[in-house]
């Protein structure tokens, strides 16, 4: 009989998008060992491995199949919002658009490149996270598109934990992360699950790089049952732009 976690991770279905250009890579290690624990408790686990499909990181107007509306001021956010409605995004667009759909967890597994993600992964939300599909104005933050479902980021760093606290060198590492797991991905309604993090693995022992791949192992097992992140809800928004107005 399946126990309650297994019934818990069933049938989900989970995208990894996955930046790393070499499969002997810590972070290629951490993207396997969630693809095997999460298929082994049941879940349908699709990757997108960017530098493999070498996917496309600049938005531009060729991500619009045939004409745009206004070629000479050219605006993405609104040219892709027409595009998505009217079916003209490109292939490489429409299918991560379709994992995203079909998803109940992404994970995005990466490297820290300049206290964020690499260039490809931020791409990939530039130009995935399309105006119409991912966000309005009106479906935003807790009453954003993507309420049903979790993101998570999952990353290796240079640096020592010590160095992203309050009071080091780089500063708390909630600050660093605002804007991708609030700006982005609560903005787009998701579900934000506390980042994994793998503390600056090429500096550590052998062994202890196997003790953080354990440490997420068993994170795993009980992921989509834990409870998300708390952010700010729209209804405080809303409810200083009323008091704004009546002032
Ligand atoms: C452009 C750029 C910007 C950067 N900006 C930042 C920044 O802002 N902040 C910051 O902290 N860092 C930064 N870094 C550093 C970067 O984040 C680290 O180099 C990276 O996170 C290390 O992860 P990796 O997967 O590439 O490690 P790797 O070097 O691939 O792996 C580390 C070690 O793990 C070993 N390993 C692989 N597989 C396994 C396994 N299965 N079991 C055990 N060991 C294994 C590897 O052999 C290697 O010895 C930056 C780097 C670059 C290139």
């Not at 001021?73 to 079909?102: M, S, V």
């Not at 009453?143 to 080091?168: P, R, V, W």
């Amino acid at each position: 009989m399946c126990s309650h976690l297994n019934l818990d991770l069933a049938s989900k279905k989970v995208l990894i998008v996955y930046a790393h250009q070499s499969s002997g890579s810590f972070n290629s290690a951490a993207k396997d060992a969630a693809v095997e624990v999460l298929t082994a408790k049941g879940c349908t686990v699709e990757v997108s491995d960017l530098y493999a499909m070498k996917f496309k990181a600049t938005a531009t107007s060729e991500d619009i199949t045939g004409k745009v509306k206004n070629a000479d001021h050219f605006c993405y956010g609104e040219e892709t919002k027409l595009a998505w409605e009217a079916g003209k995004l490109t292939a490489d667009i429409t299918e991560e658009q379709r994992k995203l759909t079909e998803a109940d967890l992404v994970i995005f597994q990466f490297p820290m490149y300049w206290f964020t993600v690499p260039a490809i992964m931020k791409g990939w939300m530039d130009r995935v996270l399309t105006l119409g599909f991912a966000f309005t104005h009106e479906k935003r933050y807790s009453q954003g598109i993507f309420k049903d479902k979790k993101a998570m980021l999952s990353f290796t760093t240079g640096s020592q934990e010590s160095m992203f606290s309050a009071n080091g060198i780089n500063g708390d590492m909630n600050v660093t992360l605002w804007p991708l797991q609030n700006g982005i991905f609560h903005y787009c309604g998701f579900q934000v699950l506390a980042p994994q993090i793998f503390w600056a693995p090429s500096h550590v022992p052998s062994e202890a790089r196997g003790t953080m791949l354990e440490g997420w192992r068993t994170r795993m097992q009980g992921l989509l049952g834990e409870n998300p992140l708390a952010f700010t809800p729209l209804d405080c928004l809303n409810d200083m732009m009323s008091i704004k107005l009546l002032l």
